[in-house]
């Protein structure tokens, strides 16, 4: 196996583990505090056809090539969707806002690792 790309993909997971439990505290506190955020509009199907893309991806059993894996994570970390929804919650709640910020850009990190491990090895021009 490739040490590097097992070791960035390894590095990758634990820190989007980090990023989920943050986002379950998030939606925990708007649960319990509902009043403090005001209602915003989102694109829920966007969302669902988002989702479902990944979730075609987790129970393939087709086997993924390192380009394949490369784009799909930077496609995953470059998505819209995601920015949107961080963008949604800041607008709901300024003060919980600046939590999201911090998430944005450990997400930037994480794409332009990606991006910089697929140059290197030939996938993106």
Same mark, same amino acid.
């Given at each position: 196996?490739?040490?590097?790309?097992? #070791?960035?993909?390894?590095?990758?997971?634990?820190?989007?583990?980090?990023?989920a439990d943050l986002i379950?505290?998030?939606?925990?506190?708007?649960?319990?505090?509902?009043?403090?955020? $005001?209602?915003?509009?989102?694109?829920?199907?966007?969302?669902?056809?988002?989702?479902?893309?990944?979730?075609?991806?987790i129970i393939s059993e087709?086997?993924?090539?390192?380009?394949?894996?490369? $784009?799909? #994570?930077?496609?995953?970390?470059?998505?819209?969707?995601?920015?949107?929804?961080?963008?949604?919650?800041?607008?709901s709640n300024p003060e919980?806002?600046?939590?999201?910020?911090?998430? #944005?850009?450990?997400?930037?990190?994480?794409?332009?690792?990606?991006?910089?491990?697929?140059?290197?090895? #030939?996938?993106?021009?």
């Amino acid at each position: 196996t490739d040490k590097k790309v097992a #070791g960035l993909f390894y590095e990758l997971s634990l820190e989007e583990k980090s990023h989920a439990d943050l986002i379950d505290y998030e939606l925990r506190t708007i649960k319990k505090n509902r009043s403090l955020f $005001k209602d915003v509009e989102f694109d829920l199907e966007s969302l669902i056809q988002f989702l479902a893309k990944i979730e075609a991806h987790i129970i393939s059993e087709e086997p993924v090539s390192l380009d394949g894996a490369l $784009k799909f #994570g930077i496609e995953l970390e470059d998505n819209v969707l995601e920015y949107y929804y961080r963008t949604l919650i800041a607008e709901s709640n300024p003060e919980l806002g600046e939590l999201i910020k911090k998430l #944005g850009s450990a997400e930037k990190d994480h794409s332009d690792k990606l991006k910089y491990l697929a140059q290197h090895r #030939g996938f993106l021009a």
